[in-house]
Structure formats: structure tokens, C-alpha cells
């Protein structure tokens, strides 16, 4: 059965910990220590350089490409199409690496690109004993992506409820629960929706 991304993520954190302080030389390196964790559908591995003072100059480097979300080359984040969504979800985080050099794990549910998105990402700093990490790696899994539209007129009081739950990040077994309903008819709602 395949790991789940929470599963694959306490292994990472695993790798993170066990690491030696200034073992890895360089954040390409770093990157290819979690390529095999990189196992699930649309999952994506790339690594952020972190060594300029403003988080707009962060440039990053795709490793594992498997749900195309931005270029599919190395790109400054202040040069991003949606430069609130790098405001909203990436810069503080990041920043945040750099500086306390803690990993974050954590589920994203914001819009991008015209696009609903909710993914699951995992930042693992660089392991060091200098006062900031010169990297990241980041590991990431797209759970949902909707394209941005009014379709309220179309879509029933149900479905706007399942729909709200998977928003949520809510599996369907899950929202079946939540609303009374059999997984299979929250399968079909999720499906025509």
C-alpha cells in the first residue's frame, strides 16, 4: 500500500534529524537525499537557495516535477506570475527556515494562478551550525486543484458542502462522515463536481 504523504514526511524529518550539522555540502545534494520519498502521484521535490536578505531574491530549483505548478526551471520568486501567492504562502515560511532552521510541515489551501489550490508541504532547512541555512528543501503534494470559477448557480447545497470539505483538505471517508453520507456518494459528488 502506498505511504501517505504525512508518512513520507515524518521519514524525511527523519533523514533531517539524523543528519550531522555542515555534513551536506551543497542544497543540490541535500535535494537528492529525499528524491526517493518523492513516491506519490503529483508529488514534487525542489530546493530554495536562501542566502539573499530579501525572500523575493529566493530562487527555486525544481528537482522532482511531477504536478507542473510554476516553470520547470530555476526561477526567482519575485519573478512568479502571482506574486501574492509567493506573499501569502511562501515568503514567511521560508523565511522562517532560514532563520530558526526548524522544519515545517504543514497544508496549504489558498488560491494560485487563477486556480484553487490545497497541498501539503514539508520545508527541511539546511542542517547547520551557521546562523541562518543557506537552503531548503521542500517537498510538496498537490491534494487539489480547481480551477477558479463561479459555477455557485450550478452546483447543489450538497455538493457546495462537499465541496467546502475537501477545501478543507477533508478525505472522502471523511466528509462522508461528516455528512451522513456513504464514501462512494461522496466519491460520485467530488467526481461530478
Avoid at 533523514?15 to 555540502?25: G, H, M, Q, R
Avoid at 537557495?49 to 530579501?54: A, C, G, I, V
Avoid at 543557506?134 to 491534494?143: C, S
Amino acid at each position: 500500500m502506498a505511504k501517505t504523504f504525512a508518512e513520507l514526511a515524518k521519514e524525511a524529518v527523519g533523514i533531517w534529524k539524523n543528519t550531522p550539522l555542515d555534513a551536506v555540502e551543497t542544497a543540490a545534494d541535500d535535494a537528492e537525499r529525499y528524491r526517493e520519498l518523492a513516491s506519490l502521484p503529483g508529488m514534487n521535490l525542489h530546493y530554495l537557495s536562501l542566502e539573499h536578505e530579501d525572500p523575493l531574491d529566493f530562487v527555486m530549483h525544481r528537482v522532482v516535477l511531477k504536478t507542473l505548478i510554476g516553470a520547470d526551471k530555476p526561477f526567482r520568486l519575485g519573478d512568479h506570475e502571482d506574486i501574492e501567492f509567493i506573499k501569502d504562502n511562501m515568503l514567511d515560511a521560508y523565511c522562517a527556515a532560514r532563520d530558526k532552521k526548524e522544519t515545517c510541515y504543514e497544508r496549504i489551501n489558498s488560491s494560485m494562478d487563477g486556480s484553487h489550490v490545497v497541498y501539503d508541504r514539508l520545508i527541511l532547512p539546511e542542517r547547520t551550525e551557521a546562523l541562518r541555512a543557506r537552503w531548503a528543501v521542500v517537498l510538496f503534494h498537490p491534494r487539489l486543484i480547481l480551477p477558479a470559477t463561479d459555477a455557485s448557480a450550478l452546483v447543489t447545497n450538497r455538493e457546495h458542502d462537499v465541496l467546502s470539505l475537501v477545501l478543507q483538505g477533508q478525505t472522502a471517508r471523511e466528509i462522508a462522515e461528516a455528512l451522513n453520507l456513504s464514501p462512494k456518494s461522496v466519491e460520485h459528488r467530488i467526481a461530478d463536481l
